[in-house]
C-alpha cells in the first residue's frame, strides 16, 4: 500500500461528532476516490475527484463532504455521524490506466 | 447501476489444484478489467489487470476475458493456503469514471 497513506486508522465516534479522514497520495494519482466498505455490500463509492479542484458523487454520497486540497490531498469529513456511517473506509489513487491503488483503510464507528 | 456479479463462494479448493473464480458484468462497452485479492483486515491489493479478449498470464495466475459473453475469469494454478482471500473483480463502466467493484469470492485453500 505504499504510497497512499489514510489518517487515522481507528476511529470511534458518537453519533453527532464530525470527523475528517485523511488521504495523502505521492504516487503523482490525478484522480483520487473513497470507498466504503461493509459486510456483505462490498466496496461502494462514496466521492471521487478526477483532478485537483473537482469532486463528484458517487454511489453512497449522503452525510458525506470531499475536498481535493491539492493533487497529493483527498479528504472525507462526516458533518454528523450515524450508526450507519460505521464502516472501513478506503482511499484510492488510480494510474493512467486504470488501477486503482488503495490505501490502508480507516475502521470507522459511530455509537 | 452498472452489475458486476461475483458468486460470494466460499469457494473451497486443495492444495495443489487450480482455482477458478468467475465474474460478470452488465455494461457491455466496459473496456477494462481488474481482479484484486483481499485478505482479512487489510485492503484490496491489484493482482491482475486485462484490456482485451483473451488470457493474459503472470506466474501462477491467468486472467481471461470474455466481451462478447461480458465475463472475465480468474484462474490461480498451484494454489497455496496463502492464496486464501476474498478476490474482488473490478469493471471500468463504458460511461462511468470509477471501478465498479463485485462484492467479492471467498477463496479457501485446504492444507
Known amino acids: 500500500n505504499a504510497g497512499v497513506t489514510q489518517t487515522p486508522k481507528f476511529q470511534v465516534l458518537k453519533t453527532g461528532q464530525s470527523m475528517t479522514l485523511q488521504c495523502a497520495q505521492d504516487m503523482n494519482h490525478n484522480s483520487m476516490y473513497w470507498y466504503r466498505q461493509d459486510p456483505g455490500m462490498g466496496l461502494r463509492l462514496i466521492y471521487y475527484s478526477a483532478s485537483e479542484g473537482t469532486t463528484d458523487k458517487g454511489e453512497v454520497p449522503n452525510g458525506y463532504n470531499v475536498s481535493r486540497l491539492n493533487k497529493r490531498e483527498f479528504s472525507l469529513r462526516l458533518e454528523s455521524a450515524a450508526p450507519s456511517q460505521t464502516s472501513v473506509y478506503f482511499c484510492?489513487?488510480?494510474?493512467?490506466?486504470?488501477?486503482?491503488?488503495f490505501g490502508e483503510g480507516s475502521r470507522l464507528t459511530v455509537l | 447501476q452498472k452489475e458486476v456479479e461475483q458468486n460470494s463462494g466460499p469457494l473451497s479448493v486443495p492444495e495443489g489444484a487450480i482455482a477458478s473464480l468467475n465474474c460478470t458484468y452488465s455494461d457491455r462497452g466496459s473496456q477494462s478489467f481488474f481482479w484484486y485479492r483481499q485478505y482479512s483486515g487489510k485492503s484490496p491489493e491489484l493482482i491482475m489487470s486485462?484490456?482485451?479478449?483473451g488470457d493474459k498470464e503472470d506466474g501462477r495466475f491467468t486472467a481471461q476475458l470474455n466481451k462478447a459473453s461480458q465475463y472475465v475469469s480468474l484462474l490461480i494454478r498451484d494454489s497455496q493456503p496463502s492464496d486464501s482471500a476474498t478476490y474482488l473483480c473490478?469493471?471500468?463502466?463504458?460511461?462511468?469514471?470509477?471501478?465498479?467493484f463485485g462484492k467479492g469470492t471467498s477463496l479457501l485453500v485446504t492444507p
Open positions: 473490478a469493471v471500468n463502466p463504458n460511461s462511468g469514471y470509477a471501478l465498479n
Open positions: 486485462i484490456y482485451s479478449n
Open positions: 484510492a489513487g488510480d494510474t493512467n490506466t486504470g488501477e486503482l491503488f
